[in-house]
């Protein structure tokens, strides 16, 4: 199936924009004025058509997976997700990790003007707010979720645990409040933690209007023992439209992203692929 069959076509949503009917603050007079008072010219509500945000789903059965963009394309797009979970959470109280933010890796995603999408979790975005909003104003980067605290949409997802039938989208809508909160621009892109969904996450979670961002490389930065793995991974698996998975957590989990992203932007440009956001890979120019 070709990825525009996944991603949901919605229809654009008008919205009124009326006028304030302020009042004016009332002043004394003292004496009439010199001038004649004009009377404003009375303004029409006008109707604005409202993009809706990318990656928004109007598909009230299913939410839709998006794993690449198009193959005719050189583009590629970077993704990297901030996982926290309470597990993390607990190491960052503790002092056993000084941070789950990978300032250096978005210090190089920057210096080489890299366009990027990053799904971040509510509890990270809980814990570094004020990044959240920097990522957020950042017009390189837009900005999607990925789900609250980390959990599973399956029984078996690694060692993530489950999130219950009946909490998934509340789980899914919370990220996506706090994410709505901090970012002005804020997608409806989503993804699952490891990738982990089946038919029940997808009918569950398609309320919550979001697309799901799968992948086709994984760029298998967890718990790398060094930068050259994440970099051969990347580099030999890339096609167009390929949507790589990295993650910006940085700490013990993924500890060489920052020093992997150079040379796999290095090696991606010099092949001639374009990098690009999410929205702008699936975008139809
Ligand atoms: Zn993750």
């Given at each position: 199936m070709t990825w525009g069959k996944y991603v949901a076509v919605v229809g654009l949503l008008f919205a009124l924009v009326a006028c304030s009917n302020s009042r004016p603050v009332a002043t004394p007079q003292t004496r009439a004025p010199s001038v004649p008072v004009r009377t404003a010219k009375p303004v029409r509500p006008t109707v604005v058509p409202v993009q809706a945000k990318p990656?928004?789903?109007?598909?009230?059965k299913l939410m839709p997976v998006l794993d690449h963009g198009p193959r005719d394309r050189k583009q590629i797009a970077l993704t990297f997700d901030a996982d926290l979970t309470a597990l993390m959470r607990r190491r960052l109280v503790s002092g056993t990790?000084?941070?789950?933010?990978n300032k250096a890796l978005i210090d190089e995603l920057r210096a080489l003007h890299v366009p990027a999408t990053m799904f971040l979790t509510g509890m990270w975005m809980e814990q570094y707010p004020g990044i959240t909003r920097q990522l957020a104003n950042d017009p390189l980067f837009e900005l999607g979720t990925h789900t609250y605290d980390h959990r599973g949409f399956t029984k078996h997802c690694y060692t993530l645990g489950t999130v219950p039938r009946d909490q998934m989208l509340a789980d899914v809508r919370r990220a996506i409040t706090e994410l709505d909160q901090l970012d002005?621009?804020?997608?409806?892109w989503f993804r699952f933690p490891g990738g982990c969904y089946d038919a029940t996450a997808l009918h569950e979670l398609a309320p919550a209007g979001v697309t799901a961002v799968g992948l086709d490389?994984?760029?298998?930065?967890?718990?790398?023992?060094?930068p050259q793995p994440i970099i051969k991974q990347v580099l030999d698996h890339v096609q167009n439209g390929s949507i790589v998975v990295l993650h910006m957590h940085g700490g013990d989990n993924a500890p060489y992203t920052a020093q992997a992203v150079g040379p796999i932007v290095h090696g991606l440009r010099a092949r001639g692929y374009q990098l690009v956001t999410v929205t702008q890979l699936v975008s139809r120019r």
């Open positions: 990656g928004a789903s109007g598909n009230v990790v000084k941070s789950y933010y002005p621009h804020a997608t409806r490389v994984p760029g298998a930065d967890g718990f790398a023992k060094s």
